[in-house]
């Protein structure tokens, strides 16, 4: 079997959509005559691989690669993971993505009728207010609400009030027959993006203006073509009860909340709306209530307080570092604290951990290796039980839950030190602190040495300097007397050999004076 040369592999997400069926179509510019389907999985994934042929029919102008207008991805129906709720309505994005969102599905409208893809990205990241830098087409703000980034807040709050009107509108649609699921929402989305595109709109703003709602509703059906029966009376009861709802999520107070914890607030109010409206235009369809008694009652305090009321929704597991450690012989002490773990639940839940894999009790005395205590710090158990681990490694696996269904999981490795290893260390150190000893004491005497060969050399230097001076001095006292061979040698005797005191000088000097004397009367 050919590796594919091409694959689009992404997520369709309101919030994550499980069962969603996914559908790439090559556009109208290509010569592309296929459609590949797909199901999204529990995590809202899809891949679609192309072969080399699907490839080169769909590649209109040759680069290798599948460009936004060279074709598009449709994601219909599926469970929202959020709420657990049916996804009622179709969410699209351009060949050249790798998210299905409400926001992409704007981009896309526009980006298939020939618009350029960077004009419609920068004009819709003006109009909700967005950093330029923010890719829409690849950026998933579930993800990024957990992870921490602040930016994910706008991005949550303006695809929720698109996401809102589409299923709005998809449920306003199916009061009338005969009614295709998916048309007139994206008719929806697209005539969003033309608001965008041809003047200075805030989206998030008039998306919570019925008029504006209005006015986008009016121009959707036309497009769409669904009966033209609907009264006016129906689409201005229909665009109140949308902007009531976006309202209700304007109020979410997302400056102080943290990006996580603004999910979880959006998906509380999603879900109460599906209770408040969706659920009442299915009796509405039935006979059993009308859009205006809906449009009387409804509020956006009613939506709040709705959401507010539910408990236990569980966006994200909860999530830690992996760590890798070295012990020796001097962490086996009960209780020491070895490290600690860093662990956060991005729906602000509290986190307990346990050790599930790698801490057997060797010993069978009960206490296993590690423990974890309260403040999530990995504590020695048994030191016994580390002793007869000696010189291995252990893998621990450590089990994370938020008490709400979701788990998450902590690797973590352990080299444990063998006592041989350890005394190794330990005599090598006491071998180089003797030599290094010995070397200093070595050191020492050798400079001993040749400080008392300096000072012997001074002390026999300083005699030899006198005796000569003596010497000199006799010299030059007698200068009509001949000194012989004898007082020469006497001379270089007297440089060499040490003077131990006055005595021996005058021994000397007798001799001397005798000879001369004899000296004197020879001559």
């Known amino acids: 079997v050919r590796p594919p040369v091409h694959v689009i592999s992404g997520f369709a997400l309101d919030g994550y959509l499980y069962g969603s069926v996914v559908t790439f179509k090559p556009s109208t510019i290509t010569s592309g005559n296929f459609t590949k389907t797909t199901t999204t999985d529990v995590n809202g994934s899809f891949l679609f691989e192309f072969s080399d042929n699907e490839l080169n029919a769909t590649d209109a102008n040759g680069n290798g690669l599948l460009d936004p207008e060279e074709g598009s991805i449709t994601a219909l129906g599926g469970v929202d993971t959020s709420t657990n709720e049916i996804f009622v309505g179709s969410l699209t994005a351009d060949a050249n993505s790798t998210v299905v969102t409400p926001l992409t599905t704007i981009v896309n409208s526009l980006v ?15 109009s909700l207010n967005l950093s330029n830098d923010i890719q829409l087409t690849h950026y998933d703000p579930i993800k990024a609400a957990g992870d921490g980034d602040e930016r994910a807040k706008k991005i949550l709050l303006a695809g929720s009030m698109v996401a809102n009107l589409i299923k709005q509108a998809e449920a306003f649609a199916s009061l009338t027959s005969p009614y295709e699921e998916g048309l007139l929402g994206l008719a929806v ?6 608001a965008v595109m041809v003047s200075d709109t805030n989206l998030t703003s008039s998306m919570m203006d019925s008029s504006f709602i209005e006015t986008v509703a009016e121009s959707a059906l036309t497009e ?3 009966d033209s029966s609907i009264d006016d009376g129906s689409i201005s009861d229909f665009a109140l009860i949308a902007s009531t709802s976006n309202q209700a999520i304007s109020d979410i107070d997302h400056a102080n909340l943290l990006p996580g914890e603004v ?18 235009y299915e009796k509405i369809k039935n006979g059993l209530a009308s859009l205006s008694g809906l449009t009387s009652t409804l509020s956006a305090n009613s939506i709040t307080s709705t959401g507010d009321s539910f408990v236990g929704l569980n966006l994200y597991a909860p999530v830690g570092n992996s760590f890798d450690l070295s012990i020796n012989q001097n962490d086996w002490v009960a209780d020491k604290v070895l490290t600690t773990l860093f662990v956060s639940d991005a729906d602000g839940d509290s986190v307990s951990a346990s050790i599930s894999s790698g801490n057997n009790d060797l010993d069978g005395d009960g206490m296993s ?13 048994d030191p016994n039980d580390l002793e007869n681990l000696a010189g291995s490694i252990i893998s621990l696996e450590i089990s994370l839950s938020d008490g709400k269904g979701k788990d998450g999981l902590i690797r973590g490795t352990i080299s444990i030190e063998s ?11 006491s ?41 000199a001095q006799t010299v030059e006292s007698q200068p009509s007397q001949s000194v012989d061979s004898q007082d020469a040698q006497s001379t270089d005797s007297s440089q060499t050999e040490s003077v131990d005191s006055e005595n021996t000088e005058t021994a000397e000097s007798q001799p001397s004076q005798s000879v001369d004397s004899e000296n004197a009367e020879t001559a």
């Open 224 to 226: 769409s073509g669904i």
């Open 419 to 429: 006592v041989d290893s350890q005394d190794t260390q330990t005599v090598e150190s």
């Open 112 to 126: 298939q009728g020939g618009v350029s893809k960077a004009d419609v990205l920068t004009s819709l990241s003006s």
């Open 263 to 280: 999910a979880v607030q959006l998906a509380k109010v999603q879900l109460a709306m599906e209770l408040e409206i969706l659920d009442e």
């Open 189 to 194: 989305a697209q005539q969003l993006g033309y």
């Open 369 to 381: 290796p590690f423990t974890i205590s309260q403040s999530m710090e990995l504590l020695v158990g």
């Open 431 to 471: 071998q180089t602190d003797s030599v290094d000893s010995q070397d200093a004491q070595s050191t020492e005497s050798s400079q001993t040495e040749s400080v008392d060969s300096q000072d012997a050399q001074t002390v026999e230097s300083q005699p030899s300097q006198s005796v000569d001076s003596q010497d």
